[in-house]
């Protein structure tokens, strides 16, 4: 029998899946960590607690399976979205944080690029468009601010592609982190644009040559990480990619039409299509499968699980307590107390830009907002409004498909931590009026991490496997009568932001 690892380094954790050839997950472990936030809008990470929780996890999922090493065929590494990437020196050690996707400190560097750079051109040649979540600002913002760093790095490398060198020595960055860079990736030729890296003044040097599909075998696991991690000498290691896609993959959404939210510490929303350019409202970036033909599209929230944690660490102290008596998981006993509330929390509306927002409004300004409180309301109504205003944003990220030519499933998968909560997923039912699936046994990006391990090492011979390995749970249909009273609230969360964005930039930018 052969084996195979996946590994998801996530903004909040790092999980890994040792699974067999026929897709049985034997091990799973989890590492955790947290996001450095020094200022309001910035979010950094260095590479060391993702190395240490890769390593962790690796050796954890090994030595609970029993499995002799030997027989462990690939390993496969996701990441969350990097931002900039880390910047490192000609020794590859990092000299500077990794600024990630939640970082919006690059506001000046994304007017610079709105008043110097033609934006049609930029949205041709990336299937982007500018915005302080996309990594090329925030290189740019490296090069503004910290020029004694600026001027020591060799490349900034996208995590996972940065783990995988860890662990082999050889570097390379897969198409899928190469795109969702932005701005200095041409989404037709797969390759680095020379022209837009001009023209931003990002030298092309300080980007990786090696660009390879998620599938390829960048090295071989050296004899010093063998005595880290557990795993034997010369282990394949295949380039692997970006979360939200492998977790695509992981979810058996393959074709067109087929769609997954990813419920994390964001909320990420997309779809695998052949069409380029489909809206400067969503992100785009080649697929982790098939990469030179397919492409996966998507739209999300900033925060989504996050807002659920600021719930808990500062509103949910019974909760919390009441974890560390029982063992009951605080996030249990807050969807107990909301079950029962009504669809549109007694008249709530929460827009969930803690930390701006993403698409489609691309607004690093924005601001979280609950409106409708009254004396009558209590905890477990604010605590499904927030869950609502997530959906929401699920919903109005579908909206930017109409006029596309893609026709969307009927029904929606939704993966991650999400997706186990007792309401979560009937409220995401009821408001976008969709289908939603749940996989049992969810392992999300790992088990996309290692069906591309597998792939890239011939264990496995096609990707369309990955559906005969699922097990979903019972489907859960849409409360109509919810959906038509969610469909009002829908139409105020739109106006909502629009009638008070103006406010959210003076408080963003008054101190």
Not at 136 to 160: E, R
Not at 236 to 253: E, H, K
Request: hydrophobic share 40%.
């Amino acid at each position: 029998m052969d084996y195979l690892i996946g590994v998801d380094i996530g903004t909040q954790g790092t999980k890994a899946v040792l699974i067999d050839q026929d897709g049985q997950v034997l091990s799973h472990s989890y590492s955790g960590y947290d996001v450095e936030t020094p200022k309001q809008s910035w979010a950094q990470q260095w590479p060391d607690v993702w190395e240490q929780a890769t390593y962790t996890t690796i050796k954890n999922v090994i030595k609970k399976s029993s499995v002799d090493p030997k027989q462990i065929k690939g390993v496969g590494i996701s990441s969350l979205y990097g931002g900039s990437g880390i910047p490192v020196n000609k020794e590859m050690e990092a000299i500077g944080p990794c600024l990630i996707w939640m970082d919006r400190r690059a506001k000046k560097e994304v007017e610079w690029v709105q008043q110097n750079i033609n934006l049609d051109e930029l949205f041709e040649v990336t299937g982007n468009s500018v915005n302080s979540y996309f990594g090329f600002t925030k290189i740019l913002w490296y090069k503004n601010n910290q020029p004694d760093v600026w001027d020591n790095i060799k490349y900034f490398v996208p995590p996972a592609p940065f783990l995988v060198y860890k662990l082999t020595g050889s570097l390379a960055v897969d198409y899928s982190s190469a795109g969702n860079i932005g701005g200095v990736f041409d989404l037709r030729s797969k390759q680095w644009s020379s022209s837009m890296a001009e023209k931003l003044g990002i030298p092309i040097s300080m980007l990786p040559e090696r660009l390879v599909s998620s599938t390829e075998i960048v090295g071989s696991v050296t004899s010093e990480m063998a005595k880290i991690t557990g795993l034997s000498e010369g282990t394949p290691v295949v380039s692997g990619g970006v979360d939200a896609p492998v977790s695509t993959i992981g979810a058996g959404a393959l074709t067109e039409g087929n769609h997954v939210a990813m419920l994390g510490t964001s909320m990420c929303w997309g779809f695998v299509t052949g069409k380029s350019n489909l809206s400067p409202n969503l992100v785009s970036m080649p697929h982790a499968i098939d990469p030179l033909e397919k492409i996966y599209t998507f739209g999300g929230a900033a925060t989504a699980g996050a807002l659920m944690k600021w719930f808990k660490n500062i509103l949910g102290e019974n909760e919390l307590q009441a974890e560390s008596l029982t063992g009951i998981n605080a996030y249990t006993l807050l969807d107990l107390i909301s079950k029962d509330v009504p669809a549109g929390s007694n008249g709530l509306i929460a827009l969930p830009y803690f930390m701006g927002e993403r698409s489609p409004i691309w607004d690093s300004d924005a601001r979280g907002l609950i409106i409708g409180l009254s004396l009558l309301h209590n905890k477990a109504d604010i605590y499904k409004a927030l869950m609502e205003g997530v959906a929401y944003s699920l919903r109005h990220n579908m909206e930017m498909v109409a006029g596309t030519n893609i026709q969307l499933d009927n029904e929606v998968i939704i993966v991650g931590g999400g997706s186990k909560s007792l309401i979560w997923p009937h409220i995401y039912a009821d408001v976008t009026g969709k289908r939603v699936r749940i996989i049992k046994n969810d392992v999300e990006a790992t088990l996309g991490d290692a069906l591309l391990a597998g792939i890239g090492t011939g264990v496995i011979k096609d990707s369309s496997i990955v559906k005969e390995w699922l097990e979903f749970e019972e489907p859960i249909e849409p409360n109509m009568k919810n959906h038509q009273l969610y469909n009002i609230y829908y139409e105020e969360y739109k106006k909502l932001y629009e009638n008070v964005k103006e406010t959210m930039w003076t408080l963003a930018n008054t101190n």
